[in-house]
């Protein structure tokens, strides 16, 4: 329902034109009526796809030389503000959800660090320490990431012909070896509601053996960067349950 829809319900009005619901084409049926109630377009993936990753590679193919950010859909944005503190460390303030003026800045910023030619980045996530300055280069995302309309779509790895993969690690781990920086974004804020492996999506394919599995290909694939270690997991189906980690 329209309702269940966080992302989208989460931007503002202004953007919603501009904005695709990603589904698989013999949901589209179920799906655009969402869509058209929410005021948004639907982006069909080919019959049959399935994964993340193909998603993603099917995204990257069909926005070829323009740019976009795609966003995971239990996404609600926050804007963070701080003032250093010396005997504290830094004070902040957080709003429980971004106002349409705080997206205009964010998507002028993005832009601005686009034109500048950082090739892709994203929102850090919403629980990360907050940071004196308002960005961070090289940094890692979660849940959402944009990319440049330079983006060199054949010439990087999606990972679909794996079971499992951390999809964006991929890529943006195969960009920063091609030596193109990360921009991400910290005082405009991700915060995920889902907790891990939640119900639906992944979850119908992810188990904890396949998503350990997935750790150490990343640190395979790239050695001199990505390391595993084990933590417990706090939330969601997983609760209590030693898991791998980058």
């Not at 503002?12 to 948004?40: I, K, N, S, W």
């Not at 609600?76 to 709003?95: C, V």
């Not at 034109?115 to 960005?135: L, N, Q, T």
């Not at 890692?140 to 993969?165: A, C, K, M």
């Amino acid at each position: 329902s329209a309702e269940e829809q966080i992302t989208v319900n989460n931007l503002p009005e202004y953007l919603r034109p501009f904005t695709y619901l990603v589904v698989r084409e013999e949901q589209l049926g179920d799906y655009q009526p969402v869509a058209d109630e929410l005021g948004c377009k639907v982006f069909t993936l080919p019959a049959g796809s399935s994964g993340l990753a193909q998603a993603r590679k099917h995204i990257a193919q069909r926005m070829r030389g323009q740019r976009y950010w795609m966003i995971d859909d239990d996404i609600r944005f926050r804007s963070i503000e701080w003032t250093p503190n010396l005997e504290k460390g830094a004070e902040y303030t957080e709003t429980t959800r971004a106002t349409s003026c705080q997206f205009k800045t964010a998507i002028a910023e993005i832009n601005r660090f686009l034109d500048e030619g950082f090739m892709f980045g994203g929102s850090a996530i919403a629980w990360a320490p907050p940071k004196e300055r308002g960005y961070d280069v090289c940094g890692r995302t979660l849940g959402n990431v944009f990319y440049s309309e330079h983006l060199p779509v054949d010439d990087i790895d999606w990972g679909d012909q794996y079971e499992v993969v951390p999809e964006d690690f991929l890529v943006n781990l195969q960009l920063l070896k091609m030596g193109h920086a990360s921009i991400v974004l910290q005082k405009f804020r991700a915060d995920p509601i889902s907790p891990t492996n939640a119900a639906g999506g992944v979850s119908s394919y992810r188990t904890i053996e396949n998503h350990n599995n997935s750790q150490y290909l990343i640190q395979e694939l790239f050695p001199d960067v990505a390391k595993v270690y084990e933590k417990v997991q706090k939330s969601g189906p997983w609760k209590g349950i030693p898991k791998k980690a980058l």
